[in-house]
């Protein structure tokens, strides 16, 4: 999202400011989406925590809920970060161009 809302010097200021504020909620969103990611496989297992038995078996339960095991569980929470922080950001800026208006 960052590469989508970069700063254009040729820009108006008041769609260079909505994009600096959805650069920067993007980065929210990457990190609230990483520590809801990492929370969820450490709660969601049958062994809780961050240890090689909770990591395995929070990734094969986050896995489970689309029907797939631990390698399912890993594509979700790799994409759910991301999800977050393009929805964010984006939401962010197009909610600072409407306030702005």
Do not use: C, F, H
């Not at 600096?20 to 925590?49: D, E, K």
């Not at 395995?56 to 970060?81: E, H, K, N, R, Y």
């Amino acid at each position: 999202m960052d590469q989508v809302l970069t700063d254009d010097e040729s820009l108006p200021n008041d769609e260079r400011e909505a994009r600096s504020v959805g650069r920067t909620m993007t980065t929210v969103g990457a990190l609230a989406g990483t520590a809801g990611a990492v929370g969820t496989v450490a709660a969601a297992g049958s062994v809780a925590g961050l240890s090689a038995a909770g990591i395995t078996s929070g990734l094969a339960a986050v896995g489970a809920t689309v029907g797939g095991g631990m390698v399912a569980g890993v594509a979700i929470t790799v994409a759910a970060p991301a999800a977050a922080a393009a929805a964010v950001g984006y939401g962010a800026y197009k909610l600072w161009k409407w306030i702005s208006e």
